[in-house]
């Protein structure tokens, strides 16, 4: 495939304009969120691209949707051409603004990557001094950029934060008047990270109807605020919680919206829990779209309560991983990981085989526990990867 042109999408404030700013430092940059700058590139988008032969980097490229057909064309003429891969160069924060109008015009012709949040072991590899911080520091502050490298106090900064961004995509997106509504919906999302969702009783305990509810939840989706993780498919004989589970993609987002204010409170918290699996689960997904990998993540979880929180997909193999915030490792935290094994070995044939578990724990030792893994959680991103990367093979 001959892509000439690259697109960076992900939330608002994890860091794409200052990547493709210091990996792209040559080209010229164009915000499309001026709005003098969106006037001209709407108005005349023949015009405005022909301002940059060889081309640019156009950020929050979702503000000018009609450049995408016209872009387009200029990327068949840089084939022909000869001109080298990325010469253009989108970001968006708003993923079905930016990928459909990719998916519409440009289908083969961009290199799409998603940049979430910063990972605990980027800040590892780069020895950050965030990287030593206290687990219940880490989740309660977040992983967005300017919250680990500016003296902003998180509730100050997640405050703006949602009112500047999220609820500015809101208006954006969806003719809402009343914002109200709204703001209680995200903080009973953050209260439900790491829990199976029901979007019947979500919308009723925000006092909204169901359609609305499904509506604002695709945005926070679109928006990269929330993830949905699909429970797994295989059916070991008993029936099977069928919705997704719910995750924000930043426990520190997540724990502002619960109110939780302080990073001392978690301590007997019961959104320690909670948030301990929303930030696990976060550097998976991180380490997945960092390095490019391929496997699909699941969860488990059967009518009668028996759960494994993340399920590794990788096609012939499952790899089951539970998420605990304890310190103390207990001889109970395997009982999920064992029924499920077990009900895997009377499967039928051809079904995945299952490879040997592991538990993510928040102590600081690691250990072995009846034949399992269990990770400290400053091991974690590097088991993580590891476990990817393996799964990919």
Known sequence: MFVTKVAVTGPRQ??????????????PYVSLEDP???????????????????????????????????????????????QAPGAWVLTGSQHFGLVASITQSLAGRVGLLHLLPLSLGELQDGAHPAADAPLAQLLWRGLYPPVVDRSIPPAVWYADYVATYVERDLRQ????????????????????????????????????????????????????????????????GKRLVKSPKLYFYDSGLAAWLAGVRLADELALSSLRGPLFETWALGEVLKARNNHRLAPTLHYWRDQIGVEVDLLLDHGDTLTPVEFKAGQTVAADWVDPLNRYRSRALRRGPGQPQIAPAHIVYGGD????????????????PQRALALLQAASA
């Open 14 to 27: 994890s860091g794409k304009t200052t990547l493709v700013r210091s990996v792209f430092g040559g080209k």
């Open 173 to 236: 997106l969806v003719n809402v008047r009343d914002l109200a509504p709204f703001r209680t919906f995200m903080r009973m999302c953050a209260a439900r990270s790491a829990q199976v969702l029901n979007l019947s009783a979500l919308a009723a305990d925000c006092g909204t109807a169901a359609n609305t509810a499904k509506t604002w939840l695709s945005i926070l989706e679109a928006s990269y605020i929330v993830y949905t993780l699909p429970q797994h498919h295989v059916n070991f």
């Open 365 to 380: 030792e690691p250990r072995t526990r009846s034949g399992v893994d269990v990770t400290p959680w400053r091991g974690w």
């Open 36 to 82: 003098d700058v969106r006037d001209a590139a709407l108005a005349d988008p023949r015009g405005f691209l022909a301002l940059y032969p060889d081309g640019a980097v156009l950020d929050e490229a979702q503000h000018a949707p009609s450049l995408f057909s016209y872009l387009r064309t200029r990327v068949d003429d840089d084939r022909h051409r000869g």
